[in-house]
């Protein structure tokens, strides 16, 4: 390697080690290879201005001058607010607010702001070659990293599932991309097994060979059609029931779901890896459709349609 490492960030996220917040970003190397960044010097903070500063400490939020010294758009003298764990934010924001009091930055999400505080947009460079890890990463720890223009190349996974009607048995799931197409069937003692299938006996094990080959396989991306409201949601819920992890990152948190701010849906964290669902994408890109039905949206953008299709389209 080179002395300075070209990459792209994939994921900034966070975890609390020993009662603080270490900022985590996956990304990408140019040589394809994995890699983490470890920053312990982050903190949570937001701003209220200066002249709030005597009251806001009445609802605990202790204010400092910044130095070289801010001011919000309006001109007007701001202070630093800092908390222990950005799970603290929310609450002391949302005090300050019915006590009158405005917040600057205070929605920012923590991990974006180790992003946006050195102007990363996605490549980056990294000071030296990294250490190797266990996991097969690289890892920089506490590094500087400066904005870059190297374009990577991702690796793409999709996933599909069927159930029952009911959602409430996994029948198969489906692997496609990074150079692979598998299908994994639940086929329960007495039934064949289908040729080219994987085939397990219990849904338990099915999911776990799953989440074992999805590791193998490493897709920077993880990508599918209502994939997180659907696909994702279904295996998180039967997963917790089975005791699978489903450890699908290359970190060794579980999958995590929670509410889209301010609309329906859900967002997912897959540790290390880019998670795309279909429909979201092209509800962002204001892609209007009949029905949001895999099999519309084929026909209608790629004039395909699927081989078996159900009464409701999909």
């Known amino acids: ?30 040589s394809g290879a ?24 009445e609802f605990g939020a202790v204010a400092s001058p910044e130095s070289p010294s801010r001011h919000n758009l309006a001109g007007v003298p701001v202070s630093r607010v800092e908390t222990r764990i950005p ?18 930055e205070a929605d920012v999400r923590f991990a974006l702001r180790y992003l946006m505080d050195r102007g990363l947009r996605g490549s980056l460079e990294l000071p030296g070659p990294g250490e190797p890890a266990p996991t097969g990463m690289r890892l920089w720890h506490d590094p500087d990293p400066q904005p870059s223009t190297w374009t990577p190349s991702l690796r793409v996974l999709s996933l599909d599932i069927e159930t029952d009607p009911q959602g ?35 849904e338990p094990e099915l999911l776990a060979a799953v989440v074992k080959r999805i590791r193998e396989l490493d897709p920077d991306i993880l990508t599918g059609w209502n994939v997180i409201d ?9 997963g917790q029931a089975w005791n699978v992890p489903l450890t699908f990152g290359r970190g060794p948190e579980p999958l995590r ?31 209007r459709l009949e029905s949001y039905t ?3 949206a084929a026909e209608s953008l790629l004039g395909k349609s699927k081989t078996l299709v159900d009464e409701e389209g999909g």
């Open 1 to 30: 390697m080179s002395d300075m490492a070209h990459g792209f960030v994939l994921q900034p996220t966070y975890r609390i080690e020993d009662g603080v917040p270490v900022v985590l970003v996956y990304g990408i190397l140019e």
């Open 230 to 238: 659907f696909d994702l949601a279904v295996l998180h819920r039967m």
């Open 34 to 57: 994995p890699f983490l960044i470890r920053d312990t010097r982050s903190r949570p903070r937001f701003h209220i201005e200066t002249r709030d500063a005597a009251r806001a400490a």
């Open 168 to 202: 409430r048995r996994l029948l198969a799931v489906a692997l496609a991309g990074c150079g692979v197409s598998e299908v994994f069937l639940f086929t329960p003692p007495g039934f064949a097994a289908v040729p080219g299938a994987a085939s397990f006996s219990s």
């Open 294 to 296: 895999l099999n519309h």
């Open 87 to 104: 799970s603290e934010v929310p609450p002391l924001r949302d005090r300050l607010h019915r006590a009158g009091i405005p917040t600057y």
């Open 257 to 287: 779901l929670r509410p889209l701010r301010g609309g329906p849906g859900q967002a997912a964290t897959v540790e290390g890896r880019v998670v795309l669902d279909g429909i979201q994408l092209l509800r962002g890109a204001f892609v």
